[in-house]
C-alpha cells in the first residue's frame, strides 16, 4: 500500500512562507481544526467562512477580484493538477504496472492529475475513483454529463466534501475514469480502525475512503491483483479520530449496545453479569432504566460491551436471547468481506 499526503492549501502555505509570498486561505466552518492550524503555522492568513466549499470558494474569488490577488482553485487549478499528477508517476516508479489504483475524489483534481500520468505510461491500469455516499458530486455530475451542484451532508470524509466538481478536473477525469464507488460513512470509519490496527497508520475519512470501498466488497475483481490504494490525508481532529476508531469497533460487532428487560428482584443484574462474564465480555457501560416500564417488577437495562470481533457478538446476541424475552441489540454488523489481502494480510 502506497502512502502519499496532498493538501495543495498547506503546500501552498508552506511553499509561500518558504518564498516570502504571502498566501490567503479560505476554509469553510466544517474545516478540521488540524488543517487550519496547518496553514497558520506556515504563516497564511486563514479565513474560515461559509457553510461548505463552494460559499468558501465564493468568498475567496470575491477577495481576489477585489484585492487583485492570483487566485488558485485548490483542486481545480490546472497547475494544482499538474502537481498532483507527479503522484502518479511515484507510484509507476514503486509499483509498475499496478492492475489498479484506487483514488478518493473531492474536486477532481487529485484523480484528474494521477490519471493523466498513470493512463499515459501504462494504459492497461484501472483508474477507480471512490467517493463518499454524504457527497457523490463527480457521480452526480457523470449522471448529469456536467458538473452539477450536490447538496452534502457532515461526512467523516471532510477532504471530499466538495458540493461541486471543478470543469478542468471533471472534463480531464471522465474519459481516464474506469469505474467510480460510492461508499457509505461506516465503511469508512472501520477503514480509518484497520489503518490503525493492521498498518499502525493515522489516516484521516477522505484518505481512507479507497480502502474502505475494498472492506465493504464493492472491488470483488481485484482480489489477486496488484493494487495501489491512496492514503492521501492524515489531518485528523484528534477527537474525531477516537470517535471515528468507536465507530469502526462498532460497525465490526466489536462493540456492541443492547438494552434488555430483567428482573428488578435481588440477582437479576448478577445473572446478566455472570452471562457475559462467561462469555468473555467486556461491559464498557450499563445503565438502569425504571420510570417508563409498564412492570414495576421489571427494569430495563442499556449494555454497552466489547466483543472480540463479529462471530464473537453473535454468540453474545444468541445467548441474550435464550435467557431473555425482551433483549434489543443496536444495528447488526457489518458483513467484512477477506479483502484485507491488499494489506498484504490476510
Given at each position: 500500500?502506497?502512502?502519499?499526503?496532498?493538501?495543495?492549501?498547506?503546500?501552498?502555505?508552506?511553499?509561500?512562507?518558504?518564498?516570502?509570498?504571502?498566501?490567503?486561505?479560505?476554509?469553510?466552518?466544517?474545516?478540521?481544526?488540524?488543517?487550519?492550524?496547518?496553514?497558520?503555522?506556515?504563516?497564511?492568513?486563514?479565513?474560515?467562512?461559509?457553510?461548505?466549499?463552494?460559499?468558501?470558494?465564493?468568498?475567496?474569488?470575491?477577495?481576489?477580484?477585489?484585492?487583485?490577488?492570483?487566485?488558485?482553485?485548490?483542486?481545480?487549478?490546472?497547475?494544482?493538477?499538474?502537481?498532483?499528477?507527479?503522484?502518479?508517476?511515484?507510484?509507476?516508479?514503486?509499483?509498475?504496472?499496478?492492475?489498479?489504483?484506487?483514488?478518493?475524489?473531492?474536486?477532481?483534481?487529485?484523480?484528474?492529475?494521477?490519471?493523466?500520468?498513470?493512463?499515459?505510461l501504462s494504459p492497461k491500469t484501472k483508474i477507480i475513483g471512490v467517493e463518499s455516499a454524504k457527497c457523490p458530486s463527480f457521480s452526480n455530475a457523470m449522471?448529469?454529463?456536467?458538473?452539477?451542484?450536490?447538496?452534502?451532508?457532515?461526512?467523516?470524509?471532510?477532504?471530499?466534501?466538495?458540493?461541486?466538481?471543478?470543469?478542468?478536473?471533471?472534463?480531464?477525469?471522465?474519459?481516464?475514469?474506469?469505474?467510480?464507488?460510492?461508499?457509505?460513512?461506516?465503511?469508512?470509519?472501520?477503514?480509518?480502525?484497520?489503518?490503525?490496527?493492521?498498518?499502525?497508520?493515522?489516516?484521516?475519512?477522505?484518505?481512507?475512503?479507497?480502502?474502505?470501498?475494498?472492506?465493504?466488497?464493492?472491488?470483488?475483481?481485484?482480489?489477486?491483483?496488484?493494487?495501489?490504494?491512496?492514503?492521501?490525508?492524515?489531518?485528523?481532529?484528534?477527537?474525531?479520530?477516537?470517535?471515528?476508531?468507536?465507530?469502526?469497533?462498532?460497525?465490526?460487532?466489536?462493540?456492541?449496545?443492547?438494552?434488555?428487560?430483567?428482573?428488578?428482584?435481588?440477582?437479576?443484574?448478577?445473572?446478566?453479569?455472570?452471562?457475559?462474564?462467561?462469555?468473555?465480555?467486556?461491559?464498557?457501560?450499563?445503565?438502569?432504566?425504571?420510570?417508563?416500564?409498564?412492570?414495576?417488577?421489571?427494569?430495563?437495562?442499556?449494555?454497552?460491551?466489547?466483543?472480540?470481533?463479529?462471530?464473537?457478538?453473535?454468540?453474545?446476541?444468541?445467548?441474550?436471547?435464550?435467557?431473555?424475552?425482551?433483549?434489543?441489540?443496536?444495528?447488526?454488523?457489518?458483513?467484512?468481506?477477506?479483502?484485507?489481502?491488499?494489506?498484504?494480510?490476510?
Amino acid at each position: 500500500m502506497l502512502k502519499m499526503f496532498a493538501f495543495p492549501l498547506q503546500a501552498l502555505s508552506y511553499h509561500g512562507w518558504k518564498l516570502n509570498i504571502p498566501v490567503t486561505v479560505v476554509m469553510p466552518k466544517a474545516a478540521p481544526i488540524m488543517k487550519i492550524q496547518k496553514c497558520r503555522n506556515y504563516k497564511a492568513n486563514v479565513i474560515v467562512e461559509g457553510k461548505d466549499m463552494a460559499e468558501a470558494k465564493a468568498l475567496a474569488m470575491k477577495m481576489s477580484e477585489e484585492n487583485k490577488l492570483l487566485y488558485v482553485n485548490g483542486y481545480d487549478h490546472p497547475h494544482i493538477m499538474a502537481g498532483q499528477g507527479t503522484l502518479g508517476l511515484e507510484i509507476l516508479e514503486q509499483v509498475p504496472n499496478p492492475d489498479a489504483v484506487i483514488i478518493p475524489v473531492g474536486g477532481g483534481g487529485l484523480i484528474a492529475g494521477i490519471a493523466t500520468a498513470i493512463k499515459a505510461l501504462s494504459p492497461k491500469t484501472k483508474i477507480i475513483g471512490v467517493e463518499s455516499a454524504k457527497c457523490p458530486s463527480f457521480s452526480n455530475a457523470m449522471e448529469n454529463n456536467a458538473p452539477i451542484y450536490t447538496p452534502i451532508k457532515n461526512t467523516l470524509a471532510d477532504g471530499l466534501a466538495v458540493p461541486k466538481v471543478g470543469y478542468n478536473a471533471y472534463v480531464t477525469a471522465l474519459p481516464l475514469i474506469d469505474k467510480m464507488v460510492v461508499v457509505k460513512e461506516e465503511w469508512i470509519a472501520l477503514a480509518i480502525l484497520r489503518l490503525v490496527e493492521e498498518e499502525k497508520c493515522v489516516v484521516e475519512g477522505a484518505g481512507a475512503s479507497g480502502l474502505a470501498a475494498i472492506l465493504a466488497g464493492q472491488l470483488p475483481e481485484l482480489k489477486g491483483k496488484k493494487v495501489v490504494v491512496l492514503l492521501c490525508g492524515g489531518n485528523i481532529d484528534t477527537t474525531v479520530f477516537g470517535r471515528c476508531l468507536e465507530r469502526g469497533l462498532a460497525a465490526e460487532g466489536r462493540l456492541v449496545k443492547f438494552n434488555v428487560e430483567l428482573t428488578d428482584r435481588p440477582g437479576g443484574l448478577n445473572e446478566l453479569c455472570e452471562i457475559l462474564g462467561v462469555l468473555g465480555v467486556s461491559i464498557k457501560d450499563i445503565m438502569h432504566e425504571r420510570a417508563w416500564l409498564k412492570d414495576i417488577y421489571t427494569v430495563e437495562v442499556k449494555v454497552v460491551c466489547e466483543t472480540r470481533d463479529w462471530t464473537h457478538s453473535m454468540e453474545l446476541m444468541n445467548e441474550l436471547k435464550k435467557h431473555y424475552q425482551k433483549v434489543q441489540f443496536s444495528d447488526e454488523p457489518l458483513a467484512i468481506n477477506d479483502s484485507l489481502a491488499v494489506l498484504g494480510k490476510k
